[in-house]
């Protein structure tokens, strides 16, 4: 079975980090893409970062020079670094995964596998 299971959300203050991860079991993702959306209350789904099956990284602009997308393919694990964590950053998180030579990577109907979700939360 094909799984991604999430961990590391938790409270924190405004200012504070915390380091996502999203393993996967069931297959091996390493030529995946592997993306991470958030989902606040009342809101839409929305893209936060991706690494690419190519390598290449990819960032929303509301999180740019704060979160870091890496991964680690002998853990078959994607991790999503968090710096100066606000009180918007507040979200459910969810790992994606999309197989190669799909483009259009802020775009969630790109990925097949997603994993279950994350609670972050930013206090103020």
């Known amino acids: 079975q094909v799984q991604l299971v999430e961990s590391g959300g938790g409270l924190v203050q405004a200012g504070g980090s915390l380091r996502l991860s999203c393993a996967a079991s069931?297959?091996?993702?390493?030529?995946?893409?592997r993306g991470w959306f958030r989902q606040a209350p009342g809101k839409e789904r929305e893209f936060v970062a991706a690494?690419?099956?190519?390598?290449?990284?990819y960032n929303a602009d509301s999180v740019k020079g704060r979160f870091t997308i890496s991964r680690d393919n002998a853990k078959n694990t994607v991790y999503l670094q968090m710096n100066s964590l606000k009180p918007e950053d507040t979200a459910v998180y969810y790992c994606?995964?999309?197989?190669?030579?799909?483009?259009?990577?802020?775009?969630?109907?790109?990925?097949?596998?997603w994993g279950q979700g994350t609670q972050v939360t930013v206090s103020s």
């Open positions: 069931g297959r091996t993702f390493s030529t995946y893409t």
């Open positions: 690494l690419s099956w190519t390598g290449s990284t």
């Open positions: 994606a995964a999309a197989p190669p030579l799909r483009s259009r990577y802020s775009e969630a109907q790109v990925y097949d596998v």
